[in-house]
């Protein structure tokens, strides 16, 4: 069983900044890969980004590419996703999840692939 718990998300003005943590828990935890998603209001959910916890491989949405970054503290069992740039169109609910180390990487993308997810954190961008 794993237990994802996000954080960081607010309130923030267009072009500012914030970092999205996601601390994990469980004894099967290595055994997975982690992504980002969010789902703006009325919208689906939409991929972010993702790494492949084995080889560090990065995967990142076209619309965030250059402008966030995701990266994992294996101390910490957290995940981070450093938002730069932030747009009014990043405004969301984001979402941390985990995914079974056994998928290949063309699953980080797919949001029904993902075994575990976290509650959401709201991430408001103002014009």
């Known amino acids: 069983q794993v237990q994802l718990v996000e954080s960081g998300g607010g309130l923030v003005q267009a072009g500012g900044s914030l970092r999205l943590s996601c601390t994990a828990s469980g004894r099967t935890f290595s055994g997975y890969n982690m992504g980002w998603f969010r789902q703006a209001p009325g919208k689906d959910y939409k991929f972010v980004a993702a790494?492949?916890?084995?080889?560090?491989?990065?995967y990142y949405a076209d619309s965030v590419k250059g402008r966030f970054t995701i990266s994992g503290d294996s101390a910490k069992n957290t995940l981070y996703l450093q938002m730069n740039s932030l747009k009014p169109e990043d405004t969301a609910v984001y979402y941390c999840g985990a995914i079974h180390g056994s998928r290949g990487d063309f699953a980080l993308r797919v949001h029904v692939d993902y075994d575990y997810w976290g509650q959401g954190t709201q991430v408001t961008v103002t014009s």
């Open positions: 790494i492949n916890r084995a080889d560090g491989d990065t």
